[in-house]
């Protein structure tokens, strides 16, 4: 099972991503349910880095293990609703696949 937890700042910008563990719908380096998880943060992650405000440290050190922590540099109205949003693309793409795939990925949130 893979377990994404998203974390959200003041007015639900985004803090941090954290995605554990294999969906075990397929072998690895097969699993459509994995890619799907991985694509989705990674995604977020690479929209992230264009934004010269956003800190961001990111880890994929460990296969079946991906997560990302952000802060904005300083405050700014186009950051945090971009961060906003960002937790908002996360959030429906996991819960999509948390819809379709019940026994291969939860999505927790704090």
């Keep these: 099972m893979t377990t994404v937890t998203l974390s959200y700042g003041k ?10 563990g294999h969906a075990h719908f397929s072998k690895k380096g ?11 943060i990674r995604t977020a992650m690479q929209v992230l880095s ?3 405000n956003v800190l961001m440290i990111a880890d994929a050190s460990t296969r079946g293990n991906l997560s990302f922590k952000v802060e904005a540099k300083s405050e700014d ?3 945090e609703t971009q961060l906003i949003c960002i937790g908002d693309f996360l959030r429906t793409g996991i819960l999509a696949l948390t819809k379709e795939f019940p026994e291969n990925v939860i999505l927790t949130e704090d």
């Design 77 to 79: 109205s186009v950051t």
């Design 11 to 20: 007015n639900g910008a985004l803090k941090k991503c954290q995605a554990n």
């Design 50 to 52: 264009h934004n010269e």
């Design 30 to 40: 097969n699993d459509i349910v994995c890619a799907a998880v991985t694509v989705l």
